[in-house]
């Protein structure tokens, strides 16, 4: 469509998409960060499976590979990498179980998406503690 006046420019449509300089500044709800972290923990899992693909092969391959596995895990490096492979899953779990609700059209209204959302942050975030605690040798 051309513009009829030239010297004025187009008016603008109302809904655009967002620049990526804007996301800074643009505030996702609850639900939204929940969604972005579930994809993350899910490409993170998908991303280290053939890692522990390979280190359940090594830790079946012989007695000598095994003791090598353990010496492995005792380094900080490698209980940080578990310890966010273990936050991925259970975050991803719990999120998982609010998207099949969802998707069952159970709470689909703002307040009860919000707090299922919630719900997702206060079961998975004090179970990745109690498993740092675990992976830390605290318990």
Do not use: K
């Not at 522990?52 to 000598?64: A, C, H, T």
């Not at 090598?68 to 310890?83: A, C, K, M, P």
Request: charged content about 15%; overall charge positive; proline content about 6%.
């Amino acid at each position: 469509m051309t513009n009829p006046n030239p010297t004025r420019p187009a008016p603008r449509s109302p809904i655009r998409n967002i620049g990526f300089g804007e996301l800074y500044h643009y505030r996702l709800p609850l639900a939204g960060i929940v969604s972005i972290l579930h994809r993350v923990s899910g490409l993170l899992m998908f991303l280290l499976l053939p890692v522990l693909l390979w280190l359940f092969d090594l830790s079946l391959s012989s007695e000598r590979s095994f003791d090598r596995l353990v010496e492995l895990s005792q380094g900080w490096v490698t209980r940080i990498v578990l310890l966010g492979l273990g936050w991925a899953l259970l975050h991803h779990l719990c999120a998982g179980v609010r998207f099949l609700l969802l998707d069952l059209h159970l709470g689909t209204e703002r307040l009860a998406a919000y707090r299922s959302s919630l719900a997702v942050f206060a079961v998975s975030v004090p179970l990745t503690l109690v498993l740092a605690l675990f992976v830390f040798g605290v318990l």
